[in-house]
């Protein structure tokens, strides 16, 4: 992370330094109704719906660093659920309409901003890719729709639709309700709704193990600040998920991965839209601040480092300069890296484990943050009853065993 003053104060409150009594995170109290192990928006947004709608009082949501310092603080922010499959589609687009409301559930604006989405052709491969989408999408009750180049350059005026470049331009998809939010803002609007319903955030608390009882059901946490009893633990630490869950001996099918993106310096309003490209692995969009937002595609080999290669990023901007040309002479403001959890068929695990008591959220890879709200509550109603909300069902951990997979490689949208 950049050395920053929001940097050193994220970090003060994560060390309950230097800050007034209000704004501190909680001590562990011995016992809780339901652990919560990662303070990003899906676990804030599960604790803020185990309060807010199953009634349970005693949650602690623990953090090893700072509540939103994870993927939630480093993602490009785009939202959209044009995805291939039924269960995706329903899954994304439950997720959408809450964005919808969002600001308004959690009476603190998240800058919700449904510009359009669009994700370009380059080839004929990626046509008739890019229309299976926005077909089976239409089925299945989402709005996609084709559009050819002068359509696409008519959307995003900056678009570069010269048919003599590297990548040109030869059709898009276009979902007219994508878009984009505030990645912080997510955060600190569900800390501060599961706050203000009596959730214990608790921040620079590491799990370090998992206490289980003799019948092998999960009995608490060590953390680098104490022990704590629990019944029920939900793991929600994307990047780390598959180390928190072999605490407890459950072997999760996830590899981590480097994922990175970068702001160039503010300009005067620019690009109305979201642009992507699964082709060149490239994708822009202007923040409100006026950075030009652009992200890469994952690093190639498995790592927990926070900075991708510098020849994707490389890649990346050739490519971003040769779509966008009025861009290149801008200068980056910042670079960054997180670490996403992918899992074979590049799709989430939502819900039970083998060990009782312990239940996964993970595997949203690159394309997370679009789910956050959906996410939070059909996982606080699986925390809840015990058993899979219905649009998480096909989620399971099981599927791996039975071959029952879901696919979306091709909807990822950045490459793994
Ligand atoms: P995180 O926000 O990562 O939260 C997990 C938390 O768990 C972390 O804060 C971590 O510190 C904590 N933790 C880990 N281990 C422990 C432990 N042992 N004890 C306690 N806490 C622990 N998605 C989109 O939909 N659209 C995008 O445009 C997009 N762009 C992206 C761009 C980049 C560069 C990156 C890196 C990701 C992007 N994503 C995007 C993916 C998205 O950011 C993630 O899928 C999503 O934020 C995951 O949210 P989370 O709450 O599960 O994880
Ligand atoms: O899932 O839309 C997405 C996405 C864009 C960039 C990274 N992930």
């Known amino acids: 992370?950049?050395?920053?003053?929001?940097n050193l104060a994220r970090q003060a409150l994560a060390q309950n330094r230097g800050w007034p009594e209000q704004w501190r995170s909680p001590e562990p109290k011995g016992s809780y109704d339901a652990i919560i192990v990662g303070a990003g928006g899906h676990g804030?947004?599960?604790?803020?719906?185990?309060?807010?709608?199953h009634g349970l009082t005693?949650?602690?949501v623990l953090e090893k660093g700072w509540l939103g310092g994870g993927n939630t603080g480093r993602n490009t922010t785009i939202l959209r659920s044009n995805y291939l499959w039924e269960e995706s589609a329903a899954l994304y687009e439950y997720s959408l309409k809450m964005w919808e409301g969002l600001s308004r559930e959690l009476n603190y604006n998240v800058m919700y901003s449904p510009r359009g989405v669009m994700m370009l052709a380059h080839n004929t491969h990626d046509v008739q890719v890019g229309k299976r989408h926005v077909h089976a999408n239409r089925l299945a009750g989402v709005d996609n729709e084709w559009l050819s180049p002068e359509d696409a350059k008519a959307f995003c005026p900056i678009l570069n639709i010269a048919r003599d470049i590297r990548y040109p331009v030869v059709g898009a998809a276009l979902q007219r309700r994508g878009g984009a939010a505030r990645h912080d803002a997510v955060a600190w609007g569900y800390a501060r709704g599961a706050s203000a319903r009596g959730v214990d955030i608790i921040q620079n608390c590491e799990v370090t193990a998992i206490r289980r009882d003799a019948s092998g059901?999960?009995?608490?946490?060590?953390?680098?600040?104490?022990a704590i009893a629990t019944k029920r633990i939900g793991v929600v630490a994307a990047g780390h998920s598959s180390v928190v869950m072999a605490m407890a001996g459950v072997r999760m099918p996830l590899e981590s991965y480097p994922l990175q993106a970068?702001?160039?310096?503010?300009?005067?309003?620019?690009?109305?839209?979201?642009?992507?490209?699964?082709?060149?692995?490239?994708?822009?969009?202007?923040?409100d601040k006026g950075e030009m937002v652009i992200g890469a595609g994952t690093d190639a080999y498995i790592s927990y480092s926070q900075t991708g290669g510098l020849h994707i990023a490389n890649h990346t901007l050739e490519a971003v300069c040769e779509l966008f040309p009025a861009v290149r002479r801008l200068r980056m403001l910042r670079n960054w890296g997180g670490i996403v959890d992918v899992t074979p068929d590049r799709s989430p695990i939502i819900g039970l484990s083998p060990v009782p008591g312990l239940f996964v959220n993970?595997?949203?890879?690159?394309?997370?943050?679009?789910?956050?709200?959906?996410?939070?509550?059909?996982?606080?109603?699986t925390l809840a009853r015990g058993e899979p909300h219905p649009l998480a069902a096909p989620f399971t951990l099981e599927r791996f065993r039975t071959g029952r997979l879901i696919d979306e490689a091709a909807a990822a949208a950045v490459a793994h």
């Not at 992370?1 to 929001?6: H, I, L, P, Q, Y």
């Not at 608490?220 to 600040?225: L, P």
């Not at 620019?270 to 992507?276: A, D, K, L, T």
């Open 1 to 6: 992370m950049r050395f920053s003053f929001f």
């Open 44 to 53: 804030l947004a599960t604790g803020y719906y185990l309060a807010k709608e």
């Open 58 to 60: 005693k949650i602690a």
């Open 217 to 226: 059901a999960v009995a608490g946490v060590e953390t680098t600040r104490g």
């Open 262 to 287: 970068l702001v160039s310096e503010p300009v005067k309003p620019m690009m109305p839209c979201v642009v992507m490209s699964n082709t060149i692995h490239a994708y822009m969009s202007q923040s």
């Open 362 to 381: 993970c595997g949203w890879g690159t394309g997370g943050f679009k789910a956050t709200p959906g996410s939070g509550h059909v996982f606080a109603h």
